[in-house]
């Protein structure tokens, strides 16, 4: 008998597997039901196929759409594996063919949908032939609490009862929520199964939300910027993907259409050419993507918000498939908020399967779904996260590799500071001794407290080696480096700080070590990005990036784009103090930008002159200005700044121009508020 992995190589091409695939195919080969939740692109079908291939009978796979069984088929015969599917759209000499090849055992996989499942010719098939395994795809369809509820799949236990001996079950679907799961379970009737759920992260995924003025110019930038890679633009209507197909052919791009209001001939020539790399990007509804497999898509940009994070998830996880880095974009308007209410509102009007409140129970959830997915577009919470905690899977806080924390964070170098703490906690330990946070601070710090001299921690080597820090920066290192798992907390009698497996990696092996720092938002270059001038400039980028085939960062990095919109130079002799952009850039692009540049320059100088002109007004007239500033009002200061308060409300309250109020604040270090 051939292995799991000959079978892989043989038919497939692989040399090993991936991730839990090999536990997944073992459960099944031993006779155990599996659920299996695998992100898109993580093979699920692989486990149900290899098994297919290593035991005598037929496998009988239950999926959901017509053209994703065609697809999976078509692959699977490709690789000389006889499969076949049954559906409606077979003309009944096909479907006479099919029947006739299970019957006398030519087929080892049969495709059907779960509304086939009760047919008579399907019954009689099942008892005269034997099912050595049952795959049930998209298995979150099964609950309430999934994304696409369908009625027919609660048919599957019935089914699997009138068979005259049960087959191992293996249930799969790429976003499941713990809820769903355990629905999985309970209405498939599976029988103590093994669960694997494979982690939801995809690192090399950049999650980004955007809320552009224009929607469309935007999108017509972003698409110039990646002009040389592969892309899905997902629309959540029909009419939107037309009217971006016509906009963008009439604007000279290159792409392709995909929606289920057109004919199957039509879609599998769209999707064909894009699979062929002949169009580049695919301007699709939800009915693209299932079962594709298109490893370099390098982006993909809902233009619409979906209804739902699992729906976005699965279709936002067909970038990157290939494992190199990949963007997920979404453009943002509350316009999307009401498009997807009215679709759940007219939601299963024409499923007759479903009686008044279990739909209006489906509506009901459905608008909870949306509430969530609202939220994901609007937050300024890390946005991998979000995502991560939705499905019940830890994850630390900030992942420095989203739009949320590229505006809010910014990541320092703080390896030196990460040795040092670790240090302490090490030389601790030598002595026997453990410390909490407050106490190991004090350390760091030199601070010589009644519990340190009766400790004699005053003789460490490492006291007072952070004596220039505050108690801020080395809590929040020593939270980043437990949350890291460099240090642990041991919480027995009360938290205090140990070592653990990984802290040689900091104090031995030197690794490096990067603390994401909450950026100061009132000297922030980020709010330029949504400034109406850098979407000019990066327009005008995007479009010299698709006119001469390079890349954007070629032309003018993002760096220069912002000190372009700081500085604003009148001249390309002033760029050339810019260093982030070349002489060979000033020399071919300079013009240009100076051109777009001008009217933001004149707008300033107005501005300029009208505040010189109220500066000069109030240094006349406002005696406050020559007052000066009281250790009161300092401490008062501090306090607002504790609590947050508006800075026009600190001004009012100590009759302050607000000017000065933030001039005190700055030189204070606080947090200014607005």
């Not at 196929?49 to 035991?55: C, E, G, K, R, T």
Request: hydrophobic residues 35%; proline residues 4%.
């Amino acid at each position: 008998m051939a292995t799991p992995e000959q079978v892989l190589k043989h038919y497939f091409g692989y040399s090993s597997f991936k991730g839990q695939q090999k536990k997944l195919i073992n459960n099944l080969l031993d006779g155990k039901d599996v659920l299996a939740v695998m992100p898109t692109g993580a093979g699920k079908s692989i486990c149900y196929q290899i098994p297919s291939l290593l035991v005598s009978g037929l496998t009988l796979v239950i999926s959901p759409l017509i053209s994703l069984m065609k697809d999976q088929v078509g692959a699977l015969n490709n690789n000389g594996i006889p499969a076949a599917y049954l559906s409606s759209t077979l003309s009944l000499d096909e479907r006479k063919t099919v029947f006739a090849m299970a019957y006398s055992g030519k087929l080892k996989l049969l495709y059907v949908s779960p509304e086939r499942l009760m047919a008579d010719g399907l019954l009689n098939l099942f008892q005269h032939i034997k099912i050595n395994y049952v795959a049930v795809d998209e298995a979150h369809c099964i609950s309430q609490w999934g994304q696409d509820f369908r009625p027919s799949y609660s048919k599957i236990h019935e089914f699997l009862q009138s068979l005259p001996e049960r087959p191992p079950v293996g249930a799969f679907t790429a976003t499941a929520t713990h809820t769903v799961r355990q629905d999985i379970i309970k209405f498939l009737g599976l029988n103590n199964p093994c669960v694997v759920v494979s982690g939801f992260d995809r690192p090399n995924l950049t999650f980004i939300t955007e809320q552009p003025r224009d929607k469309f110019e935007h999108l017509m930038t972003l698409l110039n910027e990646r002009h040389y890679k592969s892309g899905i633009v997902y629309c959540t209507t029909r009419k939107t993907v037309d009217e971006l197909y016509q906009k963008l052919t009439s604007r000279g791009f290159k792409v392709g259409c995909y929606h289920a209001g057109m004919l199957s001939d039509e879609r599998k020539a769209q999707q064909d050419a894009f699979l062929l790399d002949q169009t580049n990007i695919m301007i699709a509804t939800n009915a693209f993507g299932m079962g594709i497999d298109k490893p370099n898509v390098s982006f993909v940009i809902h233009y619409q918000m979906p209804q739902s994070i699992e729906g976005y998830y699965q279709e936002a996880g067909r970038a990157g498939r290939d494992g190199n880095k990949a963007e997920c974009i979404l453009l943002f308007e509350p316009q999307d908020v009401k498009i997807c209410e009215f679709l759940i509102e007219h939601s299963h009007e024409d499923n007759t399967e479903l009686d008044t409140k279990t739909r209006l129970s489906l509506r009901k959830r459905e608008r909870k779904r949306l509430e969530i997915m609202t939220e994901y577009s609007t937050t300024n919470k890390c946005l991998r996260h979000f995502i991560l905690d939705y499905f019940g899977e830890y994850s630390t806080e900030n992942c420095m590799n989203c739009s949320s924390c590229f505006m809010h964070f910014i990541s320092e170098d703080a390896t030196l500071d990460a040795q040092k703490i670790v240090s302490c906690v090490f030389r601790l330990a030598q002595r026997k001794r453990s410390v909490g946070k407050a106490t190991l601070t004090e350390i760091l710090q030199g601070i010589e407290t009644e519990r340190i001299l009766q400790n004699d921690f005053i003789s460490l080597s490492t006291f007072g080696i952070m004596r220039n820090s505050s108690t801020k920066h080395i809590y929040r290192m020593i939270d980043a480096l437990v949350s890291c798992g460099y240090l642990e907390i041991d919480k027995n009698f009360y938290p205090i700080i140990k070592l653990c497996k990984r802290s040689g990696e900091i104090i031995y092996d030197k690794k490096p070590f990067f603390l994401n720092t909450p950026r100061d938002n009132t000297n922030s270059n980020y709010s330029i990005k949504y400034s109406s001038l850098y979407e000019n400039l990066r327009s005008v980028r995007a479009f010299i990036c698709a006119k001469t085939n390079i890349k954007p960062e070629d032309v003018i990095s993002d760096t220069a784009l912002e000190q372009l919109c700081i500085r604003l130079p009148e001249s390309t002799n002033k760029m050339r103090k810019i260093p982030e952009i070349s002489d060979k850039q000033i020399e071919l692009y300079g013009e240009i930008f100076i051109k777009y540049i001008s009217p933001y320059l004149s707008k300033q100088k107005q501005n300029l002159s009208k505040t010189a002109q109220t500066a000069k007004t109030i240094s006349r007239t406002d005696p406050r200005l020559k007052k000066p500033w009281t250790s009161e009002e300092d401490n008062l200061l501090r306090q607002f700044a504790s609590l947050k308060t508006p800075v026009n409300q600190i001004a009012s309250t100590i009759d302050r121009p607000i000017s000065m109020v933030i001039a005190r604040m700055k030189l204070l270090c606080l947090q200014i508020t607005r």
